[in-house]
């Protein structure tokens, strides 16, 4: 099988296999945590195998859930018991099924305003980090969940949209012109508060996009993360190019 390994790329078989990582580098990563340990989850498919693994009794038993807190890096500003909402998702994947206190968990707000609900969504942010702006060196997150769509969006920074430009705010709405729901997403600078970014990139539809990421192109909004700390690319043989059919 594949285990091929580059500074920040770790190519693997299948979406299990990249699930089984990304599972194994959280557990790792939150067990050698001293103090309050801080992720930002993903939405879309991809990362439902990793929530599943996560409530596992295996690896939930293992788990600090007491020191952990969850946020979200993006959701669809619909109701929790829209098939479309990130933290629906999660909640009936994983949160339904684990110790995770209820106040550890910090899902995107979904209802009024989606710009007041940014701002809230931030004001939550700057309460858990304990400043009022994002200091180098002090990560406000320690992972950061991301995927990766066809078009180049990671959470839900669309291309073409204002919110690529935002320099200031941590949370901001963005209304994609070629996917459905208004949108809450961390903005760049918030994502670059961090320990540690991870992306989960599965499926041979990806392959292309991926390369162009890979490459820098900067039309891919996903060309654009940085992180103060590490970014790793978890990715399956097909979305690497590997597999030919
Ligand atoms: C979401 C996301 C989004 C996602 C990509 C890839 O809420 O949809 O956070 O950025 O990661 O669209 O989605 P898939 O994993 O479904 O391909």
Not at 166 to 191: F, G, M, N, Q, S
Request: aromatic share 10%; net charge negative; proline share 8%.
């Amino acid at each position: 099988g594949h285990d091929v390994m580059s500074a920040d790329q770790i190519v693997l078989d299948d979406a299990e296999a990249i699930a089984r990582q990304a599972a194994d580098f959280l557990l790792e990563q939150a067990l050698a945590a001293k103090d309050v340990f801080r992720v930002a989850l993903s939405g879309g498919s991809t990362p439902k195998r990793l929530y599943a693994l996560m409530a596992d009794p295996d690896y939930a038993a293992r788990f600090p859930w007491g020191r952990v807190q969850f946020f979200f890096g993006d959701d669809r500003f619909v109701p929790a018991d829209s098939p479309d909402s990130n933290r629906g998702m999660v909640q009936s994947i994983l949160f339904s099924r684990v110790p995770a206190p209820a106040d550890a968990v910090f899902p995107m707000p979904d209802q009024g305003d989606p710009d007041a609900a940014a701002w809230a969504y931030e004001a939550s942010l700057k309460t858990v980090y304990g400043a009022e702006a994002l200091e180098a060196g002090r990560p406000l997150f320690d992972v950061v969940f991301l995927g990766l769509g066809e078009n180049g969006h990671t959470a839900s920074l669309f291309p073409r949209q204002p919110v690529l430009e935002e320099r200031t705010r941590w949370v901001a709405p963005c209304v994609p012109d070629d996917a459905p729901h208004t949108r809450l997403t961390l903005t760049y600078p918030a994502i670059a508060s961090s320990r540690f970014v991870l992306f989960l990139v599965t499926g041979a539809s990806k392959a292309e996009v991926y390369a162009r990421v890979r490459a820098g192109d900067p039309a891919e909004p996903a060309s654009h993360i940085t992180s103060e700390g590490r970014i790793e690319w978890l990715v399956d043989a097909a979305a690497a190019g590997e597999v030919v059919s």
